[in-house]
């Protein structure tokens, strides 16, 4: 995608079928309007679509639930907080798995595709809160051709002959750093792997810049439409900045620069940045050189590496050449991808590159994401399947894409999971694809389960099957366009996770290992003459291999915690249980410690946090003339004769407004009272798992999770004070008994408790039971012995 919009525009270019790294700056609240904060201008984005072009698509991902649209124009920027009446052409909300999509084709729309330049920028709907996402706009057609790599840097296992203006230069437009500045390699935090960082420590000192080694100076204008794509990250320094993106190109006879966005926010990570090579996007800064003369025969190119006068510290990451048009492959390298802060470039195969015939394409209803916990150990990337017809599957990122054929003995290591439910579980193995030029081949691994678990595929030609055109598997190897894999394995919804993911060949260091409890803790509550809380499930993962483990409880709750497991290997399910007969009112503490057996590998703790609240005691009401005489049950008494009360529990509401008192008013309270919302038609205020509200027209589908909104839970544990938001982390629980029935059937219940962030509200969290009939159904849940109303649900 080739950038051409007029210079008070964004400037960057937004490639082909590349995914970028936004971070949408906080709203602000205009005019009483909160849905007139409009992301555009020098902060929007800005892509050509040429002449044959078929299709333009444009996709956000985000975080589920962020409350941003998706805008798209043509010919004009998207509106303004002063132009609120046009927005954009084309609009998009996220859905349940927050992406945003906007298609534009030549038919079936208004107004239709025309080659010519599209905007393309954000509304929020709340104030002071950034928003991180993915951008990715695709453009395809007969004559499209993708956008190759020429050279890059990676930062793989050093600096890659990268240094910075700390040697003076005769070149124009150029300057000496500081002695103190220093620019080091660190092999990891990149994104991925290693990255090259610049600290500087001199306040109001001279620019710092990192320079680029000679590989990259080449005559840009044989090239067609290149362009510079690299990662930024601020590392320390003042939150704001004092200077945008830039990057100076100098020859013998003067120097370019082109000025882009803000740099990122310190410790946010890692953004992409991109500068088209156009006249148009780039000021002469020193000498008299014409823009070709400088292009075609250039002697420095430069990032700007501080962005606060104050001392702070940048990294640069995957700095690369891009141009349109084939190239030779550049030799690939071998790297891993940990998932700690990110997606770290890997995206699904949804839309698929058209330039690539053999590339798969997925389901448009399914989204990936980067999940920050519970990964094997820290984050990983899932892709959620709402059931649709293509299969999904994971795309890499360029890092493992080029030609293989100089690795010794080349192997992918990788961690696996696979969710869905029990009448579902995965039927087909893992698969990965490398996809060429003329074919593609094909490695088949093992079932997946709903246990990390590790896996590896030689890059062998026995280990390969060809699945598609006639290319020999060398051949295939020489110009890797595409590694695929596979993310759909069940006949209905399901998520697959993958974490740890790496190019290894026989020179490269063993993976290391560790040991990994999931989730990093458990809540359990019940009450004073309760029966024992429910078990839960752990989940023991290890990377790099399988390992032998041993689990122990410590703490307050040492000696009363068992396992149904309590040895093994990995991977492992174990569920945990609890005695709590005997224990007073209170809270409990302890914690599960998963020991590698054999080895040093640090052990991995989960901790146990256990509420017992005291039994329930109602406040007792006597009834009118409730009093009475127990042989005549008259409201007469004498001194020293038997007496009868009869009563209720119940109290007394008053409503007070400017000091004024309403005449109280009594009602009933019992241990439990559940009332489930409903919506005007009568149906439950529930969400299927793809967050739709469910509905005639968006039945629950074959094993996925239903949450339904009520009021009344009754008892919780831990206690929780009536009128304060409920926890996102360590969940209120509910641990009365309870019973949920949809037409009739059981229900499993997965969760009930308090919601996130809501006062007053229950969440229930079910499964429909098998045998549930299809269609509209009457849900209702019984807490305590006490039932709700009757709510309406739609089963598929």
């Not at 962030?757 to 969440?763: A, E, R």
Request: with cysteine; charged share 15%; aromatic share 8%.
């Amino acid at each position: 995608m080739v950038l051409r919009p007029p210079a008070a525009q964004a400037s960057t270019v937004l490639t082909n079928g590349q995914p970028i790294h936004v971070s949408l700056p906080p709203g602000v609240q205009v005019d009483s309007h909160l849905d007139r904060t409009i992301v555009n201008g020098d902060k929007g984005f800005t892509g050509f679509v040429p002449p044959g072009a078929a299709s333009l698509r444009v996709d956000f991902q985000m975080t589920p639930g962020t409350p941003v649209e998706l805008l798209v124009q043509q010919d004009r920027d998207v509106g303004t907080a002063s132009t609120f009446a046009r927005r954009a052409d084309f609009k998009a909300d996220p859905n349940g798995n927050g992406l945003a999509t906007v298609v534009i084709t030549r038919q079936g729309v208004q107004p239709p595709l025309k080659a010519g330049i599209y905007y393309i920028g954000f509304r929020l709907r709340t104030i002071d809160i950034k928003y991180p996402g993915i951008l990715t706009a695709t453009i395809d057609g007969d004559n499209i051709s993708p956008a190759a790599r020429i050279v890059e840097s990676q930062f793989i296992s050093d600096l890659e002959g990268w240094t910075r203006n700390d040697t003076t230069s005769s070149l124009p437009g150029t300057n000496l750093g500081a002695p103190s500045t220093t620019l080091i390699f660190d092999d990891d935090g990149g994104n991925p792997g290693g990255f090259a960082r610049l600290r500087h420590t001199k306040g109001f000192g001279p620019s710092e810049w990192f320079v680029a080694p000679e590989p990259f100076l080449l005559d840009f204008m044989s090239l067609d439409n290149p362009r510079f794509q690299f990662d930024l990250a601020r590392i320390f320094g003042d939150s704001a900045h004092n200077f945008n993106v830039q990057v100076r190109v100098s020859s013998e006879s003067g120097a370019y620069q082109w000025t882009g966005l803000a740099p990122p926010e310190t410790t946010t990570g890692f953004e992409t940045y991109s500068a088209t090579i156009d006249e148009q996007f780039w000021i002469l800064v020193a000498g008299d050189a014409s823009f070709e003369e400088v292009f075609s025969n250039p002697k420095r190119i430069a990032v700007r590496a501080n962005y606060v006068v104050l001392p702070g510290t940048t990294g640069l990451d995957n700095f690369k050449i891009r141009a349109r048009g084939g190239g030779d492959a550049i030799p690939v390298l071998p790297t891993v991808t940990s998932f700690s802060a990110g997606l770290d470039g890997w995206r699904r195969n949804c839309p698929a590159p058209g330039f690539f015939p053999f590339a798969s394409e997925g389901d448009k209803k399914s989204a990936i994401l980067w999940v920050p916990f519970e990964g094997n150990p820290e984050g990983y990337v899932r892709i959620i399947d709402n059931d649709g017809s293509e299969t999904d599957r994971f795309s890499l990122p360029e890092e493992y894409l080029g030609d293989m054929r100089g690795l010794n003995e080349p192997r992918f290591e990788f961690d696996y999971i696979h969710h869905s439910s029990v009448a579902k579980a995965a039927s087909s193995p893992v698969e990965i694809r490398l996809v060429g030029r003329a074919a593609v081949y094909s490695w088949t691994g093992v079932l997946p389960g709903d246990v990390w678990a590790h896996q590896v595929a030689p890059i062998t030609p026995g280990s390969w099957t060809l699945v598609d055109g006639e290319g020999s598997f060398d051949s295939v190897l020489a110009d890797v366009v595409q590694v695929e894999v596979s993310a759909d394995h069940a006949a209905g919804p399901e998520v697959n996770g993958i974490d740890n993911f790496a190019l290894l060949t026989s020179d490269s260091p063993i993976l290391p290992q560790t040991l990994t409890a999931n989730p990093s803790g458990l809540d359990f509550g019940t009450f004073v003459t309760g029966g024992n809380p429910a078990a839960q499930i752990v989940r023991i993962s290890s990377s790099g291999g399988t390992l032998r483990w041993a689990a122990e409880a410590s703490g307050a709750l040492a000696g009363r915690v068992s396992f149904t497991v309590d040895a093994g290997g990995t991977p492992a399910l174990t569920f945990v249980s609890i005695d709590t007969q005997g224990l007073s009112a209170g809270n409990y503490a302890g914690t599960v410690t998963f020991t590698p057996v054999g080895t040093n590998i640090p052990t991995s703790d989960i901790a146990l946090r256990l509420n017992v609240g005291p039994q329930p005691i109602p406040n007792p009401i006597i009834n009118e003339g409730g009093v009475v005489s127990s042989a005549t049950y008259t409201p007469t008494l004498a001194p020293g004769s038997l007496g009868a009360a009869f009563g209720r529990t119940a109290v007394w509401i008053v409503v007070e407004n400017s000091g004024i008192r309403s005449e109280p008013q009594q009602i009933t309270v019992q241990s439990s009272a559940p009332g489930i919302f409903k919506t005007d038609t009568g149906y439950a205020v529930a969400q299927n798992q793809n967050g739709l509200l469910n509905s005639d027209a968006n039945p629950l589908g074959d094993g996925q999770v239903l949450t339904v909104y009520f009021t009344g839970p009754g008892v919780v544990a831990p206690a929780w004070a009536s009128g304060r938001a409920a926890p996102a982390f360590h969940p209120v629980r509910v641990p009365s008994p309870t019973t949920v029935t949809i037409g009739g059937v059981p229900a499993t219940i997965q969760f009930i408790g308090l919601a996130p962030g809501m006062v007053g509200v229950g969440q229930l969290n079910i499964y429909a039971g098998d045998g549930t009939p299809s269609g509209k159904q009457t849900l209702l849940i019984t807490i305590n012995g006490f039932m709700s109303n009757p709510a309406d649900v739609a089963i598929q």
